[in-house]
């Protein structure tokens, strides 16, 4: 009888909490041990402590470079609450990509969401700090790259300061759909089904 493949999971990372195991020393954000008391995983790829949403988990260390290699450019999609009323002349410039102080940025996709597209999110746990004579706006973000707090100083060096963060769905660029949240409320996870476990040893095929 084959040996069962090494867990990988699904984790819809809450505000607070590092992408990793281990508390880090002096920090005030807390760490995934808590959360998901499954031995020997790791996450495959980052969300700051002040970001939200999907990460992957896995045992197996090949598909956790596999995803993070940006030689593949998997699509991450964001969704991302922004201070200000985001303007089109924005959203191009996202699109086409940006210069910043590490080098510019990949193209990417950008498109302003309507309030309706992110009215089933939770509240965030402490709520985001607006200024109430300012409006807000969301917009999703797709990024083939993921280098340090990128989404955050691309809408800045557009204008809009980032106000909340959320990674909402992984691309394995199989042609299948993608993996996201559904169903995961902020702190929870799942294992992934015997058709994701299948599609990703495919990527390692």
């Known amino acids: 009888m084959a040996d069962p493949a090494p867990p990988t999971l699904l984790l819809h990372k809450p505000y607070g909490v590092l992408s990793q195991f281990t508390p880090e020393p002096g920090s005030r954000w ?13 996450a495959a790829g980052r969300l700051d402590g002040d970001s939200e949403g999907l990460l992957l988990l896995t045992a197996q260390g090949r598909l956790q470079q596999r995803l993070t290699d940006p030689r593949w450019g998997h699509w991450r999609r964001y969704w991302v609450q922004v201070e200000g009323e985001l303007s089109q002349g924005a959203l191009a410039e996202l699109t086409k990509g940006l210069p910043l102080k590490d080098g510019p940025t990949r193209p990417a996709r950008a498109r302003a969401l309507a309030a309706a597209a992110v009215a089933q999110l939770a509240e965030r746990d402490p709520p985001i700090r607006q200024r109430l004579t300012v409006p807000t706006s969301w917009l999703e973000l797709e990024l083939r790259e993921g280098r340090n707090r990128q989404v955050r100083r691309m809408t800045a060096a557009v204008g809009f300061p980032t106000l909340r963060l959320l990674r909402v769905a992984l691309d394995l660029m199989d042609g299948g759909p993608p993996l996201d949240l559904q169903g995961l409320a902020p702190g929870q996870w799942r294992l992934v089904n015997g058709e994701e476990q299948r599609r990703l040893a495919a990527l390692l095929a």
């Open 30 to 42: 807390g760490c995934l041990a808590p959360l998901v008391p499954v031995p020997g995983v790791y």
